[in-house]
Nanobody, 113 residues
Framework: QVQLVESGGGLVQAGGSLRLSCAGS????????MGWYRQAPGKQRELVAI???????NYADSVKGRFTISRDNAKNTVTLQMNSLKPEDTAVYYC???????WGQGTQVTVSS
């Protein structure tokens, strides 16, 4: 049973933007700190950004000032707006519901130089 579904990945040139969305049930989003993680080939999965139930955010240093995480409780979604993308942002991006340890299936982001 898929409980988190990501969308919005794709191929973009360096300097471009992409918007990732994670859809889940109202129950899951209402009780979880939500996060976006990424995993590049040959590397460990790393935290990109998190947002708490009350909207407090935290970002990896590598994306600060370029990425913005937000949540829409009415639509039961968590969004990652990614601007000024760099080739090193290329990875599979995963949505996570921390408290329930739930993961989405991942969405590929590829940034060409």
């Amino acid at each position: 049973q898929v409980q988190l579904v990501e969308s919005g990945g794709g191929l973009v040139q360096a300097g471009g933007s992409l918007r990732l969305s994670c859809a889940g049930s109202r129950v899951i989003l209402s009780i979880n700190t939500m996060g976006w993680y990424r995993q590049a080939p040959g590397k460990q999965r790393e935290l990109v950004a998190i947002i708490t139930i009350v909207g407090t955010t935290n970002y990896a240093d590598s994306v600060k000032g370029r990425f913005t995480i937000s949540r829409d409780n009415a639509k039961n979604t968590v969004t990652l707006q990614m601007n000024s993308l760099k080739p090193e942002d290329t990875a599979v991006y995963y949505c996570n519901a921390r408290n329930n340890n739930l993961w989405g299936q991942g969405t590929q982001v590829t940034v060409s130089s």
